[in-house]
C-alpha cells in the first residue's frame, strides 16, 4: 500500500493534528489536572492542620504552681475547684513545711505564688528580693492547741510532764511554722527544758497530726484547724495567744513568675466572700 505523504504534510500544513497526538496532549491534560488537585488537597490539610494546632493552643488552660503550707491543704483544695467553676484555671500545689518551702523557692523551684503559714519564710525570701513589690498580703489567722489521742487522761499543759505522756508530737522549729509557735509556747510556759527528752519532731504539721492519731505520740501541738479534721484526737488546751507569735498566713507572688497577673486575680479571690467561707468553715480567720 503506498503511502501518501503528500496529503500528510497538506494536512498538517492545514492546521490538523498528526495521528496519535490529539491522544497525547488529553493524557497530558488529564495528569496536569491530577497535579493541581492534589496540591490543593495538600494545601487544605496543611490548612487544617494549621487550624487544629492553634485551636489547641487557645483553648489550653493557663496553669498557676503554688507553694502552700500543709495545714491549707484542705481549704485552699476547695477554694481552687471554687475559682475553676468561673475562670479557665488549672493548679499546681506543691504542699508542705513552710521553711522548706521557702529553701526551695530560693533555690530556684519554679512557682508562681506563695503562702506560708508564718511570717519568717516570708520575711527571709522579701529580704532576698524573691517576691513580687507590692504582691505581699497578709490572708489569715490561726490558732496553737494541745491535742491528744480521743482516749487519753491528758487534761492541760501541765499534764505532759507526768509519766504516761511519753512522747510529744512537734514540728520540726528549724523548717515548720507549727513547731516555731510550739516551742515559744513551752518555752513560755516554763515546760520546754522539762519535756524536750519526750519530744519527736516532724516535718510538717499534718505528721504531728497523724503521729496523735496513730498513737506514736501521746499528745502534739498543731493548729486548730488541723485538729478539726480528725475523730481520732480530742482538743485539751488552746495556747494562750501571749506564749507565742501571732499565727498569720501572708500569701505573695514569687518575682519570677511568669503568670504574675493571674496570680494577683487569685489573690484578690482568696479575699472574696466565696473564699473567705470556705476558710471560715476550715477554721481560719481573715486577718
Known amino acids: 500500500m503506498e503511502i501518501r505523504w503528500d496529503l500528510l504534510a497538506s494536512t498538517r500544513g492545514r492546521g490538523q493534528r498528526p495521528i496519535g497526538e490529539e491522544h497525547c496532549g488529553w493524557m497530558g491534560a488529564r495528569k496536569q489536572s491530577r497535579i493541581v488537585r492534589n496540591s490543593v488537597l495538600y494545601s487544605t490539610a496543611l490548612l487544617c492542620l494549621a487550624m487544629t494546632i492553634a485551636g489547641c493552643r487557645s483553648t489550653r488552660r493557663p496553669n498557676l504552681t503554688l507553694s502552700v503550707a500543709a495545714s491549707l ?9 471554687a475559682y475553676q467553676r468561673d475562670h479557665p484555671m488549672e493548679f499546681r500545689n506543691n504542699f508542705g513545711a513552710s521553711g522548706t518551702l521557702a529553701r526551695e523557692i530560693e533555690q530556684g523551684a519554679p512557682g508562681d505564688a506563695f503562702i506560708s503559714a508564718g511570717v519568717r519564710p516570708m520575711n527571709q525570701l522579701e529580704t532576698e528580693g524573691l517576691l513580687l513589690a507590692g504582691s505581699r498580703v ?6 496553737l492547741v494541745l491535742i491528744a489521742p480521743t482516749g487519753s487522761g491528758l487534761r492541760g499543759f501541765d499534764g505532759l510532764t507526768e509519766k504516761q505522756v511519753r512522747l510529744i508530737a512537734l514540728g520540726d522549729p528549724a523548717s515548720v511554722p507549727a513547731g516555731q509557735y510550739g516551742r515559744q509556747t ?4 516554763h515546760l520546754y527544758d522539762k519535756l524536750k527528752s519526750k519530744i519527736v519532731l516532724g516535718k510538717d504539721v499534718r505528721q504531728v497530726l497523724t503521729y496523735v492519731e496513730t498513737g506514736n505520740a501521746d499528745a502534739g501541738l498543731v493548729y486548730a484547724t488541723d485538729a478539726q479534721l480528725s475523730d481520732r484526737v480530742r482538743v485539751v488546751a488552746i495556747a494562750p495567744e501571749n506564749s507565742h507569735d501571732p499565727i498569720v498566713y501572708p500569701f ?7 503568670s504574675q497577673s493571674a496570680a494577683r486575680q487569685f489573690m484578690a479571690f482568696l479575699r472574696s466572700p466565696t473564699a473567705r467561707a470556705i476558710f471560715e468553715r476550715h477554721g481560719f480567720r481573715m486577718a
Not at 497578709?138 to 490558732?143: H, M, T, V
Not at 505573695?252 to 511568669?258: E, R
Open 73 to 81: 491543704q484542705d481549704s485552699i483544695t476547695e477554694i481552687e475547684a
Open 186 to 189: 513551752l518555752d513560755t510556759l
Open 252 to 258: 505573695a507572688v514569687i518575682k519570677t513568675s511568669k
Open 138 to 143: 497578709d490572708l489569715l489567722r490561726n490558732s
